[in-house]
């Protein structure tokens, strides 16, 4: 039988050798997403008046203005993922020093790494609404 995780009750567990974000790599995906995609800020915040530079730069960046980009979260991300199978992949990621009190994180499926989602990037995209 396989060894499998701890698991909320009522699953079946996630097999422990099941493919997932490993620490060095998303360590390596996050300084690129830092470095490239503009990830930040590095100490979020609800304050409308909070971290006035990087939303700044930001916008300059995704060609909007401040007000939009105080808007885009990693949480309202087409590329955010925080179901709760994801959540228990992420447990296996050790939470890291920008994980501390910035929002529940979540995998980044077009950075490939664990992202806040009090934070937002340059890759930020709006989910796709669906059709009824």
Not at 115 to 125: H, K
Request: proline share 5%; hydrophobic share 30%; with cysteine.
């Amino acid at each position: 039988m396989k060894d499998f995780m701890m698991m909320p009750k009522g699953f079946m567990g996630l097999p422990s050798e099941e493919e997932f974000l490993t620490v060095a790599e998303n360590k390596a995906n996050f300084l690129i997403a830092v470095k490239d995609w503009h990830y930040g800020p590095e100490e979020p915040s609800n304050d409308p008046k909070a971290n006035p530079e990087f939303y700044d730069s930001l916008a300059e960046a995704m060609q909007c203005d401040a007000k939009d980009a105080r808007r885009k979260h990693c949480s309202n991300c087409g590329y955010y993922d925080n179901s709760l199978m994801t959540q228990v992949r992420i447990e296996r990621i050790p939470m890291a020093g920008y994980d501390t009190g910035y929002g529940y994180r979540g995998h980044c499926k077009k950075l490939n790494f664990i992202c806040n989602d009090m934070r937002v990037c340059q890759a930020w995209e709006d989910e796709e609404e669906e059709e009824y």
